[in-house]
């Protein structure tokens, strides 16, 4: 008889891999939201209070909204502190892409560079240019080399990029 469950029990939490300073930055933004944040919001569930009738209190209403997305935001930056693998590359040679690299590309289709840095989901940002090890793009490069040339599946199509440098 064949098992539903999945292949990891329910009290395992996933690793977040993490740079040293996603780390920082993830640290930084729960001091504040158990601090000043939470404070803040205090203070405006117990202003909405003061209005009167919390039925048709839209200040008190938006105030809990606030309360419960601060909350929630509080346990899972907990969860992935707890289960946080920090990445030194410090040690690394530079040959090879891994977390923590920044990664000079060339689309082979457009002839434009790219420069992309892969960090663990949590830190992610492509406005920044900052991937995660988890993207499509990501996953293709990680552990490829200077001058390599990599196809990578998206969404879209197949894009092609050429290694031209790694930075560690």
């Known amino acids: 008889m064949k098992s539903n469950r999945s292949a990891r029990p329910n009290n395992v939490e996933k690793e977040t891999i993490l740079t040293a300073s996603g780390l920082r930055r993830l640290e930084e933004e729960l001091e504040q939201l158990r601090g000043p944040r939470r404070k803040e919001i205090a203070e405006r569930i117990r202003l909405a209070k003061e209005f009167g009738d919390l039925s048709e209190n839209a200040e008190y209403d938006d105030a809990k909204n606030e309360q419960a997305f601060v909350e929630g935001r509080i346990l899972q930056l907990d969860q992935m502190l707890r289960s946080a693998r920090v990445i030194d590359n410090s040690a690394a040679s530079g040959d090879a892409v891994s977390v923590g690299a920044t990664v000079r ?3 082979l289709a457009t002839r434009g560079e790219l420069r992309y840095t892969i960090v663990g989901s949590p830190e992610a940002d492509p406005l920044l240019d900052l991937i995660s090890n988890e993207s499509p ?7 490829r080399k200077k001058g390599e040339t990599v196809k990578i599946r998206v969404p879209a199509g197949e894009i092609r990029y050429k290694i031209l440098e790694i930075v560690q």
């Open 105 to 107: 590309l060339q689309d």
């Open 137 to 143: 793009v990501g996953q293709a490069l990680i552990g």
